[in-house]
């Protein structure tokens, strides 16, 4: 992987206006992802990480939010310079969404089939009798049982499991180069959830599909992603890869999101939670958006954000505490 | 630990049958549902017992029932002994004072129209005859006893966080001194950085104050450290119940160890090893027999015919599975 | 960007409200002190001085600032009287119908199945009633009067009132506070009283305002068509009704109540809109 990244997000800003003033709630983060990789951006709610997602697509229409500032480059263009109609080229395209609820996401009264073959239609040209083997090879690619069947059916006459299975076969029908998944299992069953996991990773080895992965459960990046971003408080706190995450994290945050997460294969006596509150959209930034829950907090991380560090080839971290000497 | 003791509440048989509605106008209506099918067990006194199982096992109807809020279609809610779906209006007012819950979404367990105070007052006001006064120091205690400011009943619960909301319905729960408290899905609607202040607080309540929890939950890995015994149950049915250890250690039921196989936190460099334990998706509805057939990657011949019976093969270990049978030798006669 | 449609928003959009509130809370306190402000007895004849133009017109005298009718009792005295008739019968109406519908809107929702069905089908049915047609059948056997044009507008409101209520009770009982309330041995009127009206009370209000304006104008329909409240007493549609003979001679006796229900109508109907989208979001299909 020597080219330029497919996706390049430098200093992006979004801002929300809620009835009791303005809140920055993404400030300045910069990611990359690279062809055919796999990228977790994990975050609590409020964090900004489903904002961030829809800026990607330029589908902020959320009343009251704003890109206000940074570069998304896809490919190497910039897309918060295109307009409109040269935006919806990309969305579904080339770059496709998968979001919390495959219920919210399908047409009620639309067949599989309809779903699929609009977006081969709007997408590549393809019509009519032509869409069924290639709506086929979808649902296949995606290890739906009977294929056949499902393509006639509705969404109500499928499961939780099989609906989000539809839904990324028609986000896939446009021929993507990037999948945006945003929670994409926090509606599904734990046994259903492992299956889709395992389907997405399987995607992204075998067709070389690039994966921007959103979610707040840490078991799910470890069974799909390359490279972690941890972002907190509309930050990206820390980047690097999925296997150092887990072992040696560097920042306070992540480190004591990992601590106390309970593991169904041990019972420790007792388990550190993290004190105070995710902190409000709305509330002022000064210093480091985790401070007030932070044990090594100085009066530093209080008054003045932290910088990006580098601690070690691909290992970032925002943190006033773990500064590379 | 196991010391057994008399329980608090024992549930017999409890069935829950639902009217299922037609698909469209045209289609045939469907049978009626069993979402809860002969679910029995017993809470003992100062223990949590966790109800597992995933979205449409009948989990959350077992707790509304045990609740009062639905009314079984058969079976037996004993309290202390007594069937309180034949019980009459002392004795059941004498249950709904010792049986609270904590509900899974802070932002619809609190009416928004009411201060702090006055929510957590409400089953003061509704089950005992303190005067103003005396009420007012019970809810200033429970708020202490959940971490929050005495103060904060002068506010509205939209001033509040998820978890702090969450508190909030935690002490509503304690301030009367129930034995027992039914927590459905106590923190999955909470923030992660969260969830464990919460769980870590319930905790700390129950040894306080020496109280039953029935813990409805789909996340393992926190069931796993919060309760003392489980009941797995799958599509209406109790597959698998004992002691949370013995449960996790050496789970019996093909379905539980499914779900524990998908809970497990796999480390990124074994991933691509973990192999896929059951099929997502039933190959077939089956009529009769075991409800997991259709899944079950050790299914025989008799699990499509028979439906297997809770039965302990180990002292304190239940399993409905007939690989586990005791009366049957072998599970391919 | 459409973030700040609130601060950015045309002033005529954000100043209306306040407009609007200005003149309902202007006809209110004219209604309570009519017979403090108004300058003449509205009912005393002043036969020397009928169809008197109003102040700006030739003739006009600051006597009789809007003018006078065929009888020369003055305009403006008898709308200030008629803002108290019209205003009264909305209220007496809303409180009837209000009262009603609410109380069985919570019930309807609250128990349902038959108990909702039967009140909802008997909303449905009074909904459907031509109101104009049973105020005239009324006003012909028992005679027209205040209270009969209170009543026919109450029996249409009590629907309006038990749909909307019924509706809110219906997405408010599913929250968990109703089931915790039942958990802690809370009963259904105490459910109502305590966990559902707080509840409604919004769109109550919104209702009750959007519905004053119905009011008022079926109010001056029904006196304009004499199944209202009877002549002399000085309601807006009676005076539209007397004054329509004499339209091209003395616009003035139609046109000045003409404007005042127009004016206040409006206003109310402002003022509902403007508390819908301020407290209640959800209400916007009513």
Known sequence: ?325 | ?333 | MSAATGALAPASRRHLPWVALIIVAASVLIAVTAGLIAPHDPEAIDPINAELPPVFLDGGAWTYPLGTDRLGRDVLSRILFGARLSLGVAAVALLIGGLVGTALGVIAGYRGGWVDALIMRLADTFLAFPSVLIALVLAVTVGPSFWVVALVLGLVLWARFARLVRGEVLAWKVRDFIALARVAGARGPYIAIHHLLPNVVNSLVVLCTLQVGWAIVVEASLTFLGAGIPPPAPTWGGMVAEGLDFIETAWWISVMPGVAILLVVFAFNVVGDWLRDRLDPQLRAV
């Not at chain 1, 579904?92 to 081969?120: F, K």
């Not at chain 2, 002068?154 to 301030?175: K, L, M, T, Y």
């Open chain 2, 1 to 333: 630990m196991s010391t057994p003791q008399a329980p608090i509440i024992e549930a017999k048989g409890l069935v829950k049958i639902f009217a299922r509605r037609r698909a469209s106008i045209f289609a045939p209506t469907p049978p009626p549902l069993r979402a809860v099918d002969d679910v029995s067990f017993a809470l003992p006194p100062g223990r949590t017992l966790a109800v597992v199982g995933e979205s449409g096992c009948g989990k959350s109807t077992t707790a509304r029932m045990l609740l009062l809020l639905e009314r079984p279609d058969g079976g037996e809610l004993r309290f202390d002994g007594i069937d309180m779906l034949r019980a009459d209006a002392p004795t059941l007012r004498r249950y709904r004072s010792s049986v609270q819950a904590v509900f899974q979404d802070p932002w619809s367990s609190l009416n928004p129209r009411m201060r702090i105070g006055r929510i957590i007052a409400e089953p003061l006001r509704l089950n005992t005859k303190l005067d103003e006064a005396g009420i007012a120091a019970k809810v200033a205690t429970a708020l202490d006893e959940v971490g929050l400011d005495p103060a904060s009943a002068r506010n509205f619960p939209h001033e509040f966080s998820g978890g702090q909301r969450q508190r909030i319905a935690i002490a509503r729960a304690i301030v009367l001194r129930p034995r027992v408290v039914v927590l459905d899905e106590p923190v999955s609607a909470l923030d992660v950085s969260v969830r464990l202040q919460i769980i870590n607080l319930l905790i700390e309540a129950q040894r306080r104050l020496d109280m039953s929890y029935l813990l409805i939950s789909h996340d393992l890995a926190t069931v796993r450290y919060q309760a003392d015994d489980v009941a797995v149950m799958y599509r209406g049915r109790i597959v698998e119940r004992g002691a949370a250890e013995a449960v996790f250690s050496s789970p019996l039921h093909p379905y539980t160890q499914a779900l524990l196989a998908a809970a497990r936190f796999v480390r990124p460099e074994d991933r691509d090893a973990d192999t896929e334990p059951v099929s997502p998706e039933p190959t077939g509805e089956a009529e009769h027999g075991c409800r997991f057939a259709g899944r079950c990657p050790a299914v025989h011949s008799i699990c499509r015919q028979i439906e297997p019976d809770l039965e302990a093969p180990l002292p304190g270990h239940a399993v409905a599975c007939h690989l586990h049978a005791r009366t049957r030798s072998s599970p391919c006669a």
């Open chain 1, 1 to 325: 992987m020597t080219d330029a990244p497919l996706l390049e997000v430098r200093d992006l800003t979004v801002d929300v206006i809620g009835e009791r003033g303005v809140g920055r709630a993404v400030d300045g983060i910069s990611f990359a992802v690279n062809r055919s990789e796999a990228v977790g951006l994990i975050g609590e709610s409020g964090s900004g990480k489903s904002l961030t997602c829809l800026s990607l697509m330029r589908l902020n229409q959320a009343p009251g939010t704003a890109i206000t500032g940074g570069v998304i480059e896809f490919d190497g263009q910039d897309l918060l310079r295109l307009d409109a109609d040269a935006m919806r080229a990309y969305r579904g395209r080339r770059i496709a969404m998968v979001l919390q609820d495959p219920m919210a996401a399908l047409n009620p009264v639309l067949s599989v089939r309809d779903q699929i073959g609009e977006v081969l239609a709007l997408h590549r040209g393809v019509r009519g009798a032509a869409q069924e083997p290639i709506a086929l090879d979808l649902l296949q690619l995606l290890r739906v049982p009977d294929p056949p069947r499902v393509l006639r059916s509705y969404p109500h006459q499928l499961s939780g499991g099989m609906r989000q299975r539809v839904v990324s076969a028609i986000a896939l029908a446009g021929g993507p180069d990037l999948l945006i998944a945003d929670e994409p299992t926090t509606a599904l069953d734990v046994t259903v959830q492992a299956a889709y996991l395992r389907l997405l990773r399987h995607l992204q080895q075998e067709k070389g599909l690039a994966i921007l992965f959103v979610t707040h459960d840490l078991g799910a990046i470890a069974r799909i992603c390359d490279r972690v971003a941890v972002m907190y408080g509309g930050r990206i706190v820390e980047v690097t890869d999925v296997a150092t995450i887990f072992r040696a994290p560097q920042h306070p945050y992540t480190q004591a999101l990992l601590r106390s997460l309970p593991d169904v294969d041990r019972r420790p006596e007792r388990l550190e939670p993290i004190p105070g509150q995710p902190p409000s959209v709305l509330a002022p930034r000064v210093g480091c958006p985790f401070a007030p829950r932070c044990g090594e907090a100085t009066d530093l991380c209080r008054t003045e954000a932290p910088p990006e560090t580098l601690l070690a080839a691909e290992h970032t971290v925002r943190c006033w505490a773990r500064q590379a000497t």
